[in-house]
């Protein structure tokens, strides 16, 4: 399997809510990644995993929560967000090693927060 | 920190013609420098990369050149089909436990 999976793939909320954005990666890679894109942007670096533990917190806004469970999983808790939040959330994953480069993305998750 | 600049923004080529996006980086210390294509409401795909110790790398019709000592490297595209049409993302690290840092993306289109 040389996939990340997320979902869900569209995600429309009220700026009351809470709602999760979930990651899957069974390639044993040991970092993983959260990245937001807006529209015609690179991608902006979120928060970083490294064997489970946030290693980077790009100074990102309390309403963004993230949570790595086990070595597989990457979950984002969303709480309370404003439109200004609506974008495509990107995953990642890498080997984590100094020598091995590479990330895999996934296919994101399109945010509505209306 | 690094940084790194693509150019042109918008690039628009006939089916058939080659396509060049150039970007450079900041950092010396940067040793890897992949591309990326996205395809609209997807997440981006590795294309080909290169790392520091190599100038050339070629896979059918793509190709990348690293200059290390003017810290630019280039992507080629050549033979253009309009499935090449996408938003282009080059990139740079320094080593594979630090983060990925992009350029701001180029706009490929290929008109039949």
């Known amino acids: 399997d040389t996939e990340v999976t997320q979902t869900p793939k569209h995600l429309v909320m009220g700026m009351t809510n809470k709602k999760s954005l979930k990651c899957e990666q069974h390639m044993g890679h040991r970092a993983m990644y959260w990245y937001k894109q807006k529209a015609k942007k690179p991608p902006e670096l979120m928060f970083v995993?490294?064997?489970?533990?946030?290693?980077i917190n790009e100074s990102v806004p309390s309403r963004f929560s993230p949570e790595c469970p086990n070595s597989s999983l990457l979950n984002l808790h969303l709480h309370a967000l404003q439109p200004e939040d609506s974008a495509l959330y990107l995953c990642a994953s890498s080997q984590a090693d100094r020598q091995s480069y590479g990330y895999t993305f996934g296919s994101g998750t399109r945010l509505t927060v209306v | 920190g690094e940084n790194v600049e693509q150019h042109p923004s918008t690039l628009s080529v006939q089916e058939g013609d080659s396509a060049v996006i150039k970007c450079t980086y900041s950092d010396s210390a940067s040793n890897y420098f992949p591309w990326y294509k996205q395809e609209l409401g997807k997440g981006p795909q590795l294309i080909i990369d290169?790392?520091?110790?190599?100038g050339e790398k070629k896979d059918q019709r793509i190709a990348v050149t690293l200059n290390k000592t003017a810290k630019h490297f280039s992507l080629h595209i050549t033979e253009t089909q309009p499935e090449d049409s996408a938003v282009y993302f080059c990139a740079a690290m320094i080593s594979g436990n630090t983060p990925l840092v992009f350029g701001k993306g180029t706009r490929l289109s290929v008109i039949a």
């Open positions: 290169i790392r520091s110790n190599v």
């Open positions: 995993y490294s064997y489970e533990k946030l290693s």
